[in-house]
């Protein structure tokens, strides 16, 4: 088991697709979310979080503060993630422009600080006696976790320390409260854990790893925190149930839980902090935990497109197997927060496996979070919708038909954001020996040891990966996914005879190499474990890491389609440009004939056809029509 | 277009099948019932009812009131409910000593009614300042309609009339109140119009009909009459939402409705009052809106097994075609007024569909309902059931394993004892030419035309149906469902070349004769429209009226399970003492491999194996394990 860090991911800049969807990010999303963060955006819910932080300041220096506070209580952490969003693509590609707009805006948060570290404009605006008396719904920690990660990225994008400083002394603030004067209690979101995480690794600062090792361990030792605080108070957020623990994921330590439940994004961020303390502090017994709960997630309670949190209560994680695909709630930020734990696992212990569920959850949930044009997100990410039942029934209401535009809890479009702007971070890794390809980004990527690669490839469509070595020597460790029956590795025109070390080839590289990687391109038939009640019976398909749907755009009805079973996929030779450039696949099938009764004894006649599929993320791109991931076979 | 009318059950004494679950009723479920309201009974929830009229009385009387009001804001209903099957059970099997208990019970009851009429005990002993002021959520109305039904039943059971004279003066009482002095407003819970038309039916009480059409025709017109009554009030039962005008079914006059939508038990409730009213004053248009509602429901919203109210949210009807098999709410209430609907449409109408649906309410979701020791009910009746997933995932507690026992709220078991216990109200019917068998209830009836018929048969194990004519002479109309594929009738020995009108065979008959109809017991395998998307792929197994499940005590683990299309079906020679004599399906199968992994490439190795179905209505009497209606298939 080898301890390898995420580098810098100013080492990276994007050609190819993920250029394309960088670029969508920076010249569409980022300016949009920035008009949204000061109440200009058209059609948008009022935000109000800029002016929060105007407010927030005047109330520290005295002043009148006008229309005081307005939005969630948890408000302020859309103007981290939009800043740590340009950060990341301010990487990528600089521009003056949003640098200033950014360190105005920090200006402005820095304002709002109080003299003491303490950071957060609800508390600060609406009560600060307040204060870290409601744990359970008032997100103070969360918001700092999200403001902590934006002065991280911010820094790592521009060398400018402002924000960091101020998030500096934020920490200081909690750990004087948590550690020194022992306050009680642990975040009711989860986040703070990993971002104190990357500020320490940044800084240096030991307390930043103490504060996260306390509020990952600590975390369910007290099981009754949270009731006790509700009692210790007379006011609440949204009235929470304090005694969910399982919802809170305080029902025991986290080192003894062994099921992923509760609120999923809650779940896999506070995961995600544990794997990171854990990698560094090389704590075994909650290292096993988050292996525990990684395989809990991945081999029973994750959807094939990378979605968890299954159920529209509490946006949580049910029980093992419990996977419908209509009313899937399968939050866009949980598949986020799902390759934020994939990563972690990833630099604790070299495995293809976390890379191979980052991916499905990438190439798959978290893409099909964002219209291709940028401009509307899908919070829920079902795997089959009807236009008449999805986003109409009352048990259906969320898995909407059409991406909606930007919520007032947006959430998920931010996050999204962020997540795509710095996926160099989620491909690339190295530790003292190593450069680890973890997915296939295309660009050019610096890593820390000196080797700079350049990756070309047509990846998610393309399943050739080529990397020349611009600069340095070293060890290179190159993933192979599970899904590729096949691979070849050919260095300089001379095939490597290698076989994957859990998921990677390990290839020795000098100046002037070129690596190719060849991937096996066949498209497949997926089946699910029997133990999946809603799946049996049903195949889906996937080539490469995408997972395919079939919509009605393609196929008019497509209730009545059975796939043929081992029936022959066709991969089109063109690109729909209207669809990201997506390759189509065309499957055997069989259409049934309607029978005009509800129920009749005579099994409905059937006629040899085609269906065609298009990859899950790109659905929902040509207006309303119906969608189904998992179908029916004839076999 | 003939009206035919309900006959008196007090013609009606059974044998066989039917027999031994009206026994059931007599021997088990009635006296539990009424320990129960006497909160006797061991385990079961505290009831108070009987205390509550025994209090109430006293509060008429001035004198102090003990322990108060204790239960639901309807409790008064199960009294009645339970008075209700006792009647009917009466008529079939005469009982001393029940009846002193039910003369015992009305006595307290009559003692609780006001000088002006009014009966309800919440009110008479919490506040009488607030009678009437909460139609939406006081049950007032649903109280009375169901000591009215009560009342009706005990009459024609021991012509008895001290409950029925109550429930006259509770008639003028809302009749002068709603009427004369118009008062405003609805029934929350609809019921009292189907009570009221009893009540006409059995009096002539003119007052009766015009109130029933009054609640029938006023409902809806002002649709905004819940939210005023709130505003008017200052306290609420439940908190229910007065703008959920779907809920309610008061989003437009009944006359201009078309969607069966809202609480699934008020909304068939309301439509057998209204039905019963249109087949009464002849309103066509009243009775063109029941026919698409029926339709609805029929055609687009009910399971095959004849349940309806897929949700749980409201215990509702959702949208056309979804009807999910393991979340289906499908209350057995509901299926008991899908009966009572059905009953109504077919007085109105003679047509075998509505008695193909009753058969199936009956035969499959209303049996299932209770335990086949009389002890136990499901409220809920899904169509697919997984323990680990049924009755823990958060969308799928109401799906219980197993049948829980008598709850507080305890609206199935007694509404499923009276049904049972008057089904011959259900089985048969006449007008002034003819005798009308809707279903084949083995036992002695006594039409009021003098006719007389035994009816023999072991349905629905058994396809013949041997009717002998003990007395008099006339029409008779034997139904042929829609489900047999083919038929015979032989009187006398001598085939009779008959053909279906609209699902009935008319035959003259003579004291003496000897009518054997024939059914087809051919089981058949059952497919869903295209249109339901949970249905896709699948196949169920129906003999008879009977649909069939496949339950791990039979098979091990089910989900592996596929039916082979076309597949023989070996019906069992033997019949199965422990399930009601049930009959069991062996059906050609196959059965695939687990894989180790949630998700792979490799389709599941099959081979081919039998697999046994045994009837809907048994399931969950062998402890807790997997059930299946719906079952994907091998073609």
Redesign the interface.
């Given at each position: 088991m080898k301890v390898q860090k995420q580098i810098a991911s100013a080492g990276y800049v994007s050609n190819g697709f993920i250029n394309r969807w960088q670029r969508l990010i920076k010249d569409t999303v980022i300016p949009y979310q920035y008009e949204v963060l000061n109440d200009r955006a058209e059609g948008a819910e009022k935000s109000h979080v800029v002016q929060n932080f105007i407010n927030a300041g005047k109330a520290l220096r005295g002043e009148d503060i006008g229309d005081g506070f307005y939005g969630m209580v948890f408000q302020d952490s859309d103007a981290a993630k939009w800043i740590e969003a340009a950060a990341f693509s301010l990487i990528s590609y600089p521009d003056k422009e949003l640098e200033n707009t950014v360190d105005e805006l920090i200006d402005i948060i820095a304002e709002a600080q109080d003299e003491d570290g303490y950071l957060n404009t609800y508390f600060t605006i609406k009560d600060r006696e307040k204060r870290w008396t409601n744990l359970l719904e008032a997100h103070e920690l969360y918001c700092a976790g999200h403001m902590t990660e934006a002065a991280c990225a911010y820094y790592e994008a521009t060398g400018k320390d402002k924000l960091l400083k101020v998030m500096e002394r934020n920490a200081e603030h909690i750990y004087k409260l948590f550690i020194i004067e022992k306050h009680e209690g642990y975040p009711g979101h989860p986040e703070i854990e990993l971002a104190l995480m990357k500020l320490y690794r940044l800084t240096g600062n030991k307390h930043c790893l103490e504060l996260a090792e306390h509020f990952v361990n600590v975390r369910g030792v007290d099981t009754d925190y949270y009731a006790k605080e509700k009692l210790q108070r007379d006011w609440t957020v949204w009235g929470n149930n304090a005694e969910d623990k399982y919802y809170q994921q305080n029902f025991a330590p986290l080192k003894e839980q062994s099921d992923a439940v509760g609120h999923s994004v809650r779940a896999v961020y506070l995961y995600t902090g544990a794997a990171d303390v854990a990698s560094e502090n090389g704590d075994t017994e909650l290292l096993a935990a988050c292996r525990r709960l990684w395989e809990s997630i991945?081999?029973?309670r994750?959807y094939?497109t990378g979605g968890i949190g299954s159920?529209?209560?509490?946006e949580?994680f049910?029980?093992?197997?419990?996977l419908?695909n209509?009313?899937a709630y399968n939050e866009t930020c949980a598949s986020i927060g799902l390759m934020f734990f994939a990563s972690r696992m990833l630099e604790a212990d070299v495995d293809g496996e976390y890379a191979d569920v980052m991916e499905r959850a990438f190439y798959n949930t978290v893409l099909a979070g964002v219209q291709l044009d940028g401009t509307k997100f899908f919070y829920c990410n079902p795997l089959?919708v009807?236009p008449?039942?999805s986003g109409?029934?009352?048990?259906?209401w969320h898995t909407k038909t059409q991406r909606p535009g930007w919520h007032a809890c947006a959430c998920c479009p931010p996050n999204a954001a962020r997540l795509i702007s710095s996926i160099g971070k989620y491909a690339y890794g190295e530790n003292e020996s190593t450069c680890y390809c973890h997915l296939y980004a295309g660009g050019g990527i610096s890593f820390a040891n000196g080797v700079k690669l350049c990756c070309e490839t047509e990846y998610p469509y393309g399943f050739t990966v080529k990397y020349r070595v611009e600069q340095g020597s070293g060890r290179m460790a190159v993933r192979v996914p599970a899904?590729s029956?096949r691979y070849s590795v050919v260095k300089n025109g001379i095939v490597v005879e290698v076989t994957p070390e859990k998921g990677y080839v390990y290839v020795d590289i000098s100046d002037g190499d070129e690596l190719i990687l060849t991937l096996d391109d066949t498209p497949?038939?997926?089946?699910?474990?029997?133990?999946?009640?809603e799946l049996?019976?049903?195949?889906a398909i996937?080539r490469g890491p995408l997972v395919y749907c079939f919509e009605g755009a393609d196929n008019g009805?497509i209730?009545?389609l059975?796939l043929k079973?081992?029936g022959k996929l066709t991969v089109s030779d063109e690109r729909t440009e209207q669809l990201d450039g997506a390759v189509k696949i065309t499957a055997e099938a069989y259409r049934?004939e309607?029978?005009g009764?509800?129920?009749?004894?005579?099994?409905?006649a059937e006629c040899p056809c085609e269906a065609v599929a298009i990859p899950y993320y790109t659905w929902g791109n040509r207006g309303e029509n119906q969608m189904r991931v998992w179908m029916?076979?004839?076999?």
């Open positions: 991945t081999r029973r994750m094939v159920s529209l209560n509490g949580a049910t029980v093992d197997h419990d419908p209509d009313t089959e009807i008449g039942i109409v029934a009352s048990t259906h899904w029956s497949r038939y997926v089946y699910a474990s029997n133990d999946v009640p049996t019976g049903c195949t996937q009805d209730l009545p059975a079973r081992g049934s309607h029978s009764s509800l129920y009749s004894f005579a099994p409905p029916t076979e004839v076999r």
